[in-house]
């Protein structure tokens, strides 16, 4: 795993990332030379404008897509490098993914569930193994479920179960894209407090994309994107910071001449004007 000059170790990271899709007139530069790193250890939020690549560097980061330039790292891994079968096994075996859709297979039990990518490689568990899902097991809080299939289960505890899953083969990180997407506000809060203290209780990384920011707060820090570019990061976020900082995008967004043109001054761009105006125009909910 790579160690950065002051000491931290990095989980994930990209160098120079630009991802352009399609060609010609069409092409969308979704990543515009993005470099950042994901500490090992820390929960990092991606956060940004709707279309502003959080998805692709998450996609990119996590070697489920491929840079168009620039590089991606898994520890010391350059992902470039990898044919498709050991992507594929470094996918397996050293990431571990939560997506919005909880992505359970139907038939098979809770306990199943959680450990079915380690079955599927072949894995037999050793009690190092056998400990560690133990735990996470109560850290999800689904010891009385463990024979219920997923049916049985409230969408807040199916995300539980894809959430533990992920942990399961103690994987260099986790990515999770809009985990509580599908989720009401008290089984989100539920998740995503799970995925903080799978951070700090069992010294696990996890990289979230997200577009709210009550979620982002419950990471360590957040990165910002903005039109493909990395344009900030804050420690120790809170919901009003990071809502204060997308309503500057969003502000940034606005097309100034539209606003002159109805008579609209300066104050109107101001972000605390808008805040004290009650106006949520253009933040993501
Ligand atoms: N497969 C694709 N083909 C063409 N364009 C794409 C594709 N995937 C994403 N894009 C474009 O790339 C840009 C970045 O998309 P991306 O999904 O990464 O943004 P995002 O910040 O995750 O957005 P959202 O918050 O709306 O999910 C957008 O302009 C999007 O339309």
Request: with cysteine; glycine share 10%.
């Amino acid at each position: 795993m790579t160690t950065t000059a002051t000491g931290t170790r990095t989980a994930a990271r990209v160098v120079d990332a630009v991802k352009v899709y399609g060609s010609g007139d069409t092409a969308v530069r979704a990543l515009d030379g993005v470099s950042v790193g994901f500490p090992a250890g820390r929960f990092t939020a991606i956060m940004g404008p709707s279309g502003s690549g959080k998805s692709t560097l998450m996609h990119c980061a996590a070697g489920l897509d491929t840079l168009t330039s620039g590089s991606a790292f898994i520890g010391d891994t350059e992902l470039s490098t990898l044919d498709d079968r050991r992507l594929t096994l470094l996918r397996r075996d050293r990431i571990g993914f939560v997506f919005q859709a909880f992505n359970l297979v139907p038939t098979l039990t809770v306990a199943e569930n959680i450990t079915l990518p380690m079955d599927l490689a072949g894995r037999r568990a050793d009690q190092r193994d056998e400990e560690w899902i133990d735990a996470l097991v109560d850290v999800v809080g689904l010891r009385d479920r463990l024979h219920h299939r997923p049916a049985e289960l409230s969408g807040g505890q199916q995300q539980r179960v894809a959430v533990a899953r992920a942990f399961a083969g103690q994987p260099d990180v986790v990515f999770a894209d809009e985990p509580t997407g599908n989720l009401d506000s008290r089984s989100g809060e539920e998740v995503l407090g799970l995925l903080g203290r799978a951070v700090r209780l069992m010294d696990r990384t996890v990289v979230m994309v997200t577009h709210d920011p009550v979620a982002a707060a419950h990471a360590d820090e957040v990165v910002f994107l903005a039109d493909g570019r990395l344009v900030d990061r804050m420690e120790a976020p809170t919901p009003e910071r990071v809502l204060d900082r997308m309503k500057a995008f969003d502000v940034k967004a606005l097309d100034t001449t539209d606003l002159e043109d109805e008579g609209l001054d300066d104050k109107a761009l101001d972000p605390q004007a808008l805040e004290a105006s009650g106006s949520q125009e253009g933040v993501p909910s």
